[in-house]
């Protein structure tokens, strides 16, 4: 990990977003204080525009994201009522039509 002022980091920013793209993580600062960090894309993180999306969503405080990125697979929920449940209640509903 190496650490870059803002100066030079403009200076040579594609450099920098090379040694990132190789898997290096760099660290930005301001005044010798950390304000930001450039690094490798995470493997979690899906190459989509959609991404972008919801960066800004959470940028604008729309959205909040996990505290914990998920790596397992949600369950698939129990259905709520059978089909043949949900039909006789709308024959049921329908009856004095």
Known sequence: MRSVGIK???S???AYVQLAASGETIL???RDRVVAELGPIQ???TPVLADAFL???VRSG???PPLMPS???LDKPPPVASF???MRDLDESREDR
């Open 84 to 86: 043949d449940d949900v």
């Open 28 to 30: 930005i600062t301001d």
């Open 55 to 57: 960066a800004d969503l």
């Open 71 to 73: 790596t397992t697979p």
């Open 62 to 64: 729309v959205m909040t």
């Open 8 to 10: 030079a980091l403009n």
């Open 43 to 45: 493997p979690s993180r």
């Open 12 to 14: 040579k920013l594609s």
